[in-house]
């Protein structure tokens, strides 16, 4: 999992990259907000994708020391878009409606215009 400030996501908080190994949710908070997702699995696709803004985790690090955090916002959800490819899931399978996925192209037109 990494994160860092990017023209696409300029709010998201810097991290060093590291390894999350055999995650667990614990619990999921009970505000859900949509954002935009975009992923390397379904090159050119956007879609605002529903999700918990509070989780609860345990993971291994790759020391193979147990860390249990809450994590919100922007780290809530790349977790939870990440811990979903381990489940055979991707963004997709989450948005509420196909209104909902965009082309990269006519996502760029949102984003710009919000
Ligand atoms: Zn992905």
């Not at 009970?30 to 605002?48: A, F, I, T, Y």
């Not at 790349?78 to 490819?85: A, G, L, S, Y």
């Not at 963004?91 to 965009?102: A, K």
Request: aromatic share 8%; with cysteine.
């Amino acid at each position: 999992m990494a994160s860092q400030p990017n023209k696409r996501y300029p709010n998201a908080p810097k991290m060093q990259p590291k390894a999350i190994i055999n995650p667990k949710i614990l619990s999921y908070g009970d505000e859900v907000e949509k954002d935009w997702e975009g992923c390397l699995s379904l090159p050119n696709v956007r879609g605002k994708v529903p999700r918990p803004t509070k989780i609860e985790v345990r993971y291994l690090t790759q020391n193979g020391e147990v860390v249990e955090e809450v994590l919100e916002g922007f780290l809530a959800r790349i977790f939870q878009h990440e811990f979903d490819h381990l489940n055979g899931k991707v963004f997709i399978d989450r948005v509420e409606s196909t209104l909902d996925i965009v082309m990269e192209r006519e996502y760029r037109k949102i984003i710009y215009s919000e």
